[in-house]
């Protein structure tokens, strides 16, 4: 179950409904995320695979982080590791994240917090359960996106928001049959409290069976439409999705989702993450923990970073080895 919740969603604001002229988005592709590993070792869904990139611009990866109950010393996260051209996003369903960076940043999210990391120039950092969840175990489920910076924000200072879980702006369908956390962006004139260099929107929606969400959405952004758990379908041509799909969408002002009247025991909603952005246009040089816009400039990523020069792993931490793998 989402970690933010209301009991009573008749009692948000509203999301408008459609108008005339409303251009409701088809579906141009669904996709199944494939599972693997990542850091030290912990599940993942690579929510993205096989999706050109020119679709997803201005996002490029995205890990759907469990969700696992872990037993007592299972729990694991990465060790420190560079990145540098890109901005990194964390957002918590249930459990507990530890994160620190080699410029000062970092702090523990929780249930629904969200960590933004734009890693603008270089940065060292690590991401880790706290020592007393690795000792007992638990429920963690999270999600990782990855938000490309254009050409003139690669070299950007680095940044660290911390977005505790009731700074999320709440909002609800015309019929409360939606609840709907604004993370980041403008949704019907409610704006999250993420700060985007990239014009973007992330909305985590919980969809209850059988109701419909139309949800307005800048025309100039690409719309996607991932889903952390239950079944419904996307779209205005109504194509079927489940846990671990990715809906991508064409044009249009508005994003179809409806829950599925039965859905599983586990899932008693429909649940998904909505993503968009205005497209960035430009080349794209990536490999592992670097994004950039030619390869002489990925070269340098990686010199820079056998160097020492995107920062220093802070005394307290300086045991552990820099990782110079592709790390979360």
């Known amino acids: 179950m989402p970690a933010v919740t209301v009991e009573d969603t008749t009692t948000l604001p509203r999301v408008p409904l459609p108008g005339p002229g409303t251009v409701r988005r088809r579906t141009r592709s ?24 020119r679709d997803l611009d201005p996002f490029l990866h995205m890990d759907q982080m469990g969700e696992v ?26 459990g507990t994240f530890e994160h620190a960076d080699s410029h000062g940043g970092g702090g523990t999210i929780s249930d629904g917090d969200t960590q933004w990391m734009t890693a603008g120039g270089g940065v060292l950092h690590v991401e880790r359960p706290p020592e007393h969840l690795v000792a007992s175990g638990g429920l963690f489920h999270g999600l990782q996106l990855w938000v490309n910076l254009p050409r003139a924000q690669k070299w950007v200072q680095p940044r660290y928001q911390d977005l505790r879980a009731d700074r999320s702006v709440l909002l609800a369908s015309p019929d409360a049959g939606a609840l709907l956390r604004v993370i980041a962006g403008d949704v019907a004139g409610h704006r999250g409290p993420g700060s985007t260099y990239t014009p973007m929107a992330m909305v985590h929606a919980t969809v209850s069976p059988g109701a419909t969400l139309d949800l307005p959405w800048d025309p100039s952004f690409n719309a996607l439409v991932y889903v952390l758990s239950g079944a419904g379908s996307v779209g205005i041509d109504g194509a079927p999705v489940r846990t671990g799909r990715l809906a991508v969408l064409g044009p249009g002002d508005t994003v179809t989702v409806r829950g599925a009247v039965r859905q599983e025991s586990r899932t008693p909603a429909l649940d998904v993450v909505v993503l968009g952005g205005r497209p960035i246009r430009e080349p794209i040089a990536m490999y592992g923990p670097f994004v ?10 990686f010199a820079d970073s056998r ?8 005394a307290t931490y300086a045991h552990a080895a820099v990782r110079g793998g592709t790390g979360q």
């Open 30 to 53: 669904v996709t199944t995320a494939p599972s693997g590993l990542e850091g030290e070792g912990f599940p993942v869904r690579r929510a993205f695979a096989g999706v050109d990139l």
């Open 307 to 314: 160097a020492g020069r995107l920062g220093s792993i802070p």
């Open 69 to 94: 109950e872990y037993a007592p010393g299972e729990p694991r996260g990465t060790s420190w590791h560079p990145h540098r051209g890109f901005e990194t996003v964390t957002y918590i369903l249930d």
């Open 292 to 301: 950039m816009n030619t390869r002489q400039e990925l070269l340098d990523a």
